[in-house]
Structures are given as structure tokens and as C-alpha cells.
């Protein structure tokens, strides 16, 4: 209801979701400092003088230049979007006339005096633009672009994942990412999830729970299927949203991972997970694999596995 908390994540999938023990030993915490004030910023409106509205065009490709973004599929009142304020150069004195649901080309247009260019530029409007509405990620996705901007500058030494395509045999294969898990990214992506869910909540799924693999039949999860259960749990129940995956098969619909998380009933589930672990990390380079892919020996007794 109105003034109410956002809803807060599970213990399980807002403390252990971060997964500490995954983080690698030569990674530093880089936390992203966002600090959001409640209250809007008081910008000077610009001033559209001839002289200024002439040298329009050299200024714009000074901004371009240095980066500016404008606001992704940003439209007016009348469904016009920054490339008509671009086209048409005195239309960005009267912007504030036709101002859209996220305001006027002036606060949106690089053009026209607006856009993002700074690090606080897209968090602020991160955070702003997915107040506005309650559609937010979950249906135009008008601010996940500014938003995946906000969470690269925030996190500046934040490492990129990969995927690695894996071969099990001739027609056999699947992709794997590997490097997923990012503390800095998951508490990026957390608070908004907790806010408003949809595509945030894909995103910290992703980066608070780490590496899965693709192969035909589904998603195995291989650092925490708890993790991400708990997640897909929670988006459920409080949005009636569904995980999608981004590093992967995107926006595809996440295999249900709260049933990889009662393996303990499946003996031969268990089993097929550890082979297609081995086959995918180059098994019989470990510096200790014995008892592995033996068929003589139940996988229980496989070196490094133990079965409760």
C-alpha cells in the first residue's frame, strides 16, 4: 500500500544470496556508494538564445563526444523521441511544453541540453526513472539501458563473465557462463529488485547466485540452484514475475530452479549434474579426481562429494 516498506528478500536470498564463498580471493569488494535524495535536483532551466541555438549543432557533437546518452526510447507528449529534437532545432526552447511521462527533451536529449553523461547522471535517473512508473522493467524496459550504465560506472573493476561453449561429444553441447557472480553488481541490482522487480531482479539473480549452464533440456545451476530458487520465489510472490536470464538464451524463461534445489531425492539428477561439471571444467586435468566418471563407484564416493 502506499507509504508501506518494499517488500525485503528472504534471509536466504538477501544475506547468503551473496554467496561470499564464491567471491575470488583477488577481487575487491566495490560496492557501488548510491546515495538517492528523495527530493529533486534544482537544475536551471537552459537558456535558448539565437547565437546559442545556431552553434547547436557544434555543441552537440562536443557532448556526443564526451558520451552523452540520451534516455533510452524516451518519447514527448505527442510520441515524438530526441531524433525529431535533433532534426528540428527549435523545438528545444518550447521542450518543456510537450514534456512526457520522464519529463522534457531538455532533461532527456543530449541535443536539446539534456541527456546522461556522468556517473551520477545515470544512477540518479536509474533510480528516478523506475519510480515513475510502476511499468518500469516490468513491461517498456525504458530504464534498463540507463541502468546498465549506472551499474558499469559503479562498478568500474567489476570483471566481465563469459560463456564457454562445451562440447560432451559429436551433437552433444551446451553453454556455460563462468565468472557470473559479482558481489558489486548484486548489490547494485538488490535494492532495485526489492523495489520494483521485473528485469532488477533478473540482473541480481544473475549476478548475486553466479554460473549456470544451458543444454537442451534447461538451466542447471551450478553455484547455488538455493540461491536462485529463493529468488525465483520471491519475484513470483511479489511481482508475478518469472526470472529471465540475461547471459544466456535471454529473456527465455529460467527452468524452474527450486526443483534442482531437492536433488537429494534424485539420485541419478545428482549424478548427470557432477558429469556434466566434470566434462565442462576439464575433469581429467584436476589435480585429484579419483573415483570420477567410474561406473563401478556410486558418485557419493567421488573424490571431493559427500552425500547426506
Known amino acids: 500500500g502506499e507509504g508501506g516498506a518494499p517488500p525485503a528478500l528472504p534471509p536466504s536470498a538477501s544475506k547468503s544470496l551473496r554467496q561470499e564463498d564464491l567471491k575470488p580471493d583477488n577481487e575487491a569488494s566495490t560496492s557501488p556508494d548510491i546515495i538517492i535524495s528523495p527530493l529533486a535536483a534544482v537544475v536551471p532551466p537552459p537558456v535558448f538564445a539565437p547565437t546559442a541555438l545556431s552553434n547547436r549543432r557544434m555543441k552537440f557533437d562536443e557532448m556526443r563526444a564526451s558520451a552523452c546518452l540520451d534516455t533510452p526510447n524516451w518519447e514527448d507528449k505527442d510520441g515524438d523521441g530526441c531524433d525529431l529534437y535533433e532534426e528540428e532545432w527549435d523545438l528545444c526552447p518550447s521542450a518543456d511544453s510537450y514534456a512526457g511521462v520522464f519529463g522534457p527533451a531538455t532533461t532527456n536529449c543530449c541535443f536539446c541540453g539534456g541527456g546522461s553523461s556522468t556517473c551520477e547522471d545515470f544512477r540518479s535517473k536509474c533510480r528516478e526513472y523506475i519510480n515513475v512508473l510502476d511499468l518500469g522493467f516490468n513491461e517498456i524496459g525504458l530504464v534498463a539501458p540507463l541502468c546498465k550504465e549506472a551499474e558499469s560506472c559503479s562498478c568500474p573493476n567489476a570483471v566481465d563473465h563469459y560463456i564457454n561453449p562445451v562440447m560432451l561429444g559429436v551433437g552433444l553441447g551446451f553453454n556455460e557462463t563462468e565468472g557470473l557472480y559479482n558481489e558489486c553488481k548484486c548489490n547494485f541490482w538488490l535494492p ?117
Open 192 to 308: 532495485l529488485c526489492e523495489d520494483k522487480g521485473g528485469e532488477a531482479c533478473d540482473y541480481a539473480a544473475e549476478y548475486c547466485c553466479g554460473d549456470y549452464l544451458y543444454y537442451g533440456r534447461g538451466f542447471r545451476y551450478l553455484n547455488s540452484p538455493q540461491c536462485y530458487c529463493d529468488f525465483y520465489k520471491y519475484t513470483q510472490n511479489e511481482f508475478g514475475h518469472t526470472l529471465k536470464p540475461k547471459a544466456l538464451h535471454i529473456n527465455e524463461e529460467f527452468t524452474n530452479p527450486c526443483d534442482q534445489a531437492d536433488w537429494r531425492s534424485s539420485i541419478e539428477e545428482e549424478k548427470e549434474s557432477l558429469e556434466l561439471i566434470y566434462n565442462a571444467t576439464n575433469g581429467q586435468d584436476w589435480t585429484n579426481n579419483d573415483g570420477w566418471m567410474t561406473k563401478a563407484v556410486g558418485h557419493c564416493q567421488w573424490y571431493g562429494i559427500t552425500c547426506d
